[in-house]
Each structure stands twice: as structure tokens, then as C-alpha cells.
């Protein structure tokens, strides 16, 4: 019996370590190929964002204010009210203007028979020429009278139309300048309105890096108070340098998102560098140990831990210029988490 016992222990620890000795299945990974493309070095600088285009929008006529649509904050479309003021005198005085004009086209309906009468009695020697002249004159000069009514009423109606002050852009208000019942006098201003589609991004580089900023060109935007990243667009430097510090005010238009404000802080990768050609690799290949950055690669059906220099960082892609990263080298984008150097691979279709 103690033979049988202990022949099963010595077969029992045989097979215990046999199956500690034998190697882990391969781990199941993604790859992608390293391509090579002309890019420029990029460099992370912070800047604030402003409207390129803000307005004092005033009012073009008289009135007391009574709707008021220009709130701090509120996003207004082009030709929208921003004020309305009272307009019951203009109201008073086109009424006017409308009777008058009625009384005057009154009497043009009554000389228009008297002349018809005078005609027909003159062409008899019934009426005298002098009787007919007047009368037609006095034709002609309400004819005239009339015209000036009507222009009146265009003037009139032009004042009624401007007591409604309407946003000559699509914008955010930054600034109310007025309130319900206050007066409003020809010229004052009743708000600030800043353009939404005039939003850009304000950023000082120096003076050295001016020959690297093309106009079009798009670099990535971040605005870390909204957790925002956006592609902006290099309108072009400012044409002013700072004394000091030698440094350029580079504009960067952005669209505009619900939240932003005038003056928040945003960080933009603008270029530092002419183009130069880059080995390209997906930002997932990065694997990050004690601080340094690695990317695993698969050789004869094994994971190779390989250090990088990190030259350029594009939206999602990284630009390595030194060895050991050579172009068409596959690299591990999903599973690297998990894998350890010299582990046996089996690269999947993701």
C-alpha cells in the first residue's frame, strides 16, 4: 500500500510540474503597419480664446426700451430683436399722416370733376380759361401734396421699423448696456455683441517660430475647461511684436461651442518645424514603463519591447524620426496592456 502511495505522488508532482513548465498559450493581439509621412515638430502652448468681431450695436432712433432680448449670454441670430422701443408716437403721427393724405386725395376726386365740368364749358366759351388754369393748378399742387404725405409716411414708417434694433450678425451677448424703461437716444449704444462664427484663439509665440505658421493650415485645439478638442485653423500673426519679449500674437479661428466665454484658456500644437518625413504609428501602440515610452512589436511570432523617441504628436498618430522604429514594422495597438517581453503572439483581424 505505501508503494501504490508513493508511486502516486511521484507521478503526481511529474505532472504538476509539467504542466508549470509548459508555455502560456500565445496572446491574441491587434497590429498595426508604421508608415512614413512629412510632418513638421509640433510644440504645446497656451492661449485664450476671443471674439475676432464684437459690436457696439446702437440704436438709430429715440424711444424708452420695452422688450429687452439682449441678456448676458444670450445666443442671438441675424436680424432677431435685440430691443424694442415704445413707437405709440409714431403710431399717433402715421395715423395722422394717413387721414391727411385722405382729405388730400378728397379733394384731387373733387377738382378732378371740376376740371372735367370746366372742359366741357370751355370748349363752348362757356367758362373763362383763367377758371380752368386755377383749377388745374390747384390740381397739381395737391398731386404734390399728396406725394409729400406719402413721403411722410415712409419716413414714419422707416422710424417704426428702427425701433426694433435687430443683431446685424449671428452672436452671444457679452454685454447689456440697457434696461426695461430706460431712454434711448440716437447713437447709444444698447449692447455688446460678440460674432459666433468669429471665434478664434489668441496665442503668443515667438518671434523665431513666425516662418513656421502657414495660413490654412489646421492644428488641434483643446479647451480644458469644456474637456473640448476641436481643429482650428491659422488665420495668421498679428502684425505687432511685443518689445520685451520678442514675441507674436498668432490667430487661430475655432467653431464656435455652447460654453465658451471670452478669455478662457486654450491649448493649441502649432508647428515649430519645416516638414520633415516621420515614421507614423497609432497613438494605442504606446506602452508607458517607469516613466519611459516603449511600443511593442512582433518578431518571428514574439512580442519585442522597443524604446521611442517621440518627435511629433498628431491627433491620434505618433511621428518617430531615430531607430529602432522602421517603416512596415508592425506594432501592437490592442492587447499590448497585457503582454511582457518575448511572449509568444498570435496577431487577430480587429
Given at each position: 500500500m505505501k508503494q501504490i502511495l508513493s508511486l502516486f505522488i511521484v507521478a503526481l508532482a511529474y505532472f504538476c510540474n509539467s504542466l508549470f513548465a509548459a508555455e502560456p498559450p500565445p496572446a491574441r493581439v491587434v497590429v498595426k503597419v508604421v508608415t512614413e509621412q512629412k510632418i513638421a515638430t509640433q510644440s504645446l502652448l497656451t492661449g485664450v480664446v476671443d471674439f475676432d468681431r464684437i459690436s457696439a450695436v446702437s440704436s438709430e432712433t429715440s424711444g424708452r426700451v420695452v422688450e429687452l432680448h439682449a441678456i448676458e449670454g444670450a445666443l442671438i441670430q441675424s436680424g432677431e430683436a435685440l430691443i424694442v422701443l415704445n413707437s405709440d408716437l409714431?403710431?399717433?403721427?402715421?395715423?395722422?399722416?394717413?387721414?391727411?393724405?385722405?382729405?388730400?386725395?378728397?379733394?384731387?376726386?373733387?377738382?378732378?370733376?371740376?376740371?372735367?365740368?370746366?372742359?366741357?364749358?370751355?370748349?363752348?366759351n362757356a367758362a373763362s380759361r383763367q377758371a380752368h388754369d386755377d383749377a388745374l393748378f390747384d390740381h397739381r399742387s395737391l398731386q404734390k401734396k399728396r406725394e409729400v404725405l406719402d413721403e411722410e409716411m415712409a419716413r414714419l414708417q422707416l422710424q417704426l421699423n428702427m425701433s426694433t434694433v435687430t443683431a446685424p450678425f449671428d452672436g452671444v451677448v457679452l454685454e447689456k448696456l440697457k434696461?426695461?424703461?430706460?431712454?434711448?437716444?440716437?447713437?447709444?449704444?444698447?449692447?455688446?455683441?460678440?460674432?459666433?462664427?468669429?471665434?478664434?484663439?489668441?496665442?503668443?509665440?515667438?518671434?523665431?517660430?513666425?516662418?513656421?505658421?502657414?495660413?490654412?493650415?489646421?492644428?488641434?485645439?483643446?479647451?480644458?475647461?469644456?474637456?473640448?478638442?476641436?481643429?482650428?485653423?491659422?488665420?495668421?500673426?498679428?502684425?505687432?511684436?511685443?518689445?520685451?519679449?520678442?514675441?507674436?500674437?498668432?490667430?487661430?479661428?475655432?467653431?464656435?461651442?455652447?460654453?465658451?466665454?471670452?478669455?478662457?484658456?486654450?491649448?493649441?500644437?502649432?508647428?515649430?518645424?519645416?516638414?520633415?518625413?516621420?515614421?507614423?504609428?497609432?497613438?494605442?501602440?504606446?506602452?508607458?514603463?517607469?516613466?519611459?515610452?516603449f511600443v511593442y512589436t512582433v518578431e518571428d511570432?514574439?512580442?519585442?519591447?522597443?524604446?521611442?523617441?517621440?518627435?511629433?504628436?498628431?491627433?491620434?498618430?505618433?511621428?518617430?524620426?531615430?531607430?529602432?522604429?522602421?517603416?512596415?514594422?508592425?506594432?501592437?495597438?490592442?492587447?499590448?496592456?497585457?503582454?511582457?517581453?518575448?511572449?509568444?503572439?498570435?496577431?487577430?483581424?480587429?
Open positions: 409714431i403710431l399717433k403721427d402715421m395715423d395722422i399722416k394717413q387721414k391727411q393724405r385722405a382729405q388730400v386725395s378728397a379733394d384731387i376726386e373733387k377738382l378732378n370733376r371740376t376740371l372735367k365740368r370746366l372742359e366741357s364749358l370751355l370748349a363752348t434696461e426695461h424703461g430706460e431712454w434711448v437716444d440716437p447713437g447709444s449704444a444698447i449692447c455688446k455683441l460678440a460674432s459666433t462664427k468669429d471665434l478664434v484663439v489668441r496665442v503668443s509665440i515667438s518671434e523665431n517660430l513666425a516662418r513656421f505658421q502657414t495660413v490654412g493650415l489646421t492644428v488641434p485645439v483643446s479647451i480644458p475647461a469644456l474637456d473640448l478638442t476641436l481643429t482650428g485653423t491659422i488665420m495668421g500673426l498679428m502684425p505687432v511684436a511685443n518689445l520685451r519679449s520678442k514675441s507674436l500674437t498668432l490667430k487661430i479661428r475655432i467653431p464656435y461651442q455652447t460654453g465658451m466665454a471670452q478669455n478662457m484658456s486654450a491649448t493649441v500644437e502649432i508647428p515649430t518645424s519645416h516638414p520633415q518625413t516621420l515614421r507614423m504609428l497609432p497613438r494605442d501602440a504606446l506602452v508607458n514603463v517607469k516613466g519611459k515610452d511570432g514574439k512580442a519585442k519591447l522597443l524604446p521611442i523617441d517621440i518627435t511629433v504628436r498628431s491627433g491620434d498618430m505618433l511621428g518617430i524620426q531615430n531607430p529602432p522604429i522602421t517603416t512596415g514594422m508592425q506594432v501592437v495597438v490592442d492587447g499590448n496592456d497585457r503582454l511582457r517581453p518575448d511572449q509568444a503572439v498570435q496577431i487577430i483581424e480587429p
